[in-house]
């Protein structure tokens, strides 16, 4: 009932809590542990490979964008080493996920899979390999996961990632896209 409580499964789930938490929010990018920073230029700059040294904010998990670009669209013009981030960029500015302890702030879906993945190192923590954690593994596979990452993505979906420009198939054709005008009803081509 209590993480603070003292017992077998108090130890069991402050042993795991965190851990569980954090890897669920690094395996999705969950809208409500986004965060933007503007990253500070540390010294000495990189000996080789790059200009500048960005300390990276203390509670990141994973970078989502870094100066308003997707890192899965483009390539990397980056690099993490430690808690910093190497780079040539003038500037830094970044979106990220954040660990968010206050389970009021989560998303239902995120709460949810949170229970199971939970659930599931208890029962090998608690009842050591009962058959129980297979069984919670497999619920959470099937239902849960790819459900609240699918809901989670439809949130938030970024207008420019469907532009037909950012099509990585357009682009490996080498098709050369006009700009949108809003007064035509499509694309044209140059």
């Not at 013009?77 to 981030?85: A, F, I, P, S, T």
């Not at 989560?106 to 709460?111: A, G, Q, Y």
């Amino acid at each position: 009932m209590d993480l603070d409580e003292a017992s077998t499964a108090g130890n069991a789930c402050r042993l795991h809590y965190e851990s569980v938490r954090d890897s669920l929010l690094r395996a999705h990018p969950w809208n409500f542990a986004r965060y933007r920073a503007t990253l500070v230029e540390v010294l000495p700059v990189p000996t080789f490979g790059w200009a500048h040294r960005y300390q990276m904010p203390s509670d990141s998990l994973r970078i989502l964008e870094v100066n308003g670009s997707d890192i899965s669209l483009l390539a990397n013009y980056w690099e993490l080493e430690g808690d910093n981030l190497l780079s040539d960029a003038e500037t830094m500015e970044i979106v990220y996920i954040r660990p968010v302890a206050d389970p009021g702030e989560w998303d239902s879906l995120f709460r949810e899979a949170m229970v199971l993945k939970l659930a599931m190192r208890l029962a090998e923590t608690m009842r050591g390999g009962s058959g129980l954690d297979e069984k919670l593994a497999a619920e959470y596979d099937r239902m849960v996961a790819p459900l609240a990452r699918r809901i989670d993505a439809n949130e938030s979906r970024p207008r420019e990632s469907l532009l037909p420009w950012n099509s990585r198939f357009v682009n490996a054709r080498g098709s050369a896209w006009g700009s949108y005008d809003p007064e035509i009803s499509g694309f044209g081509l140059y």
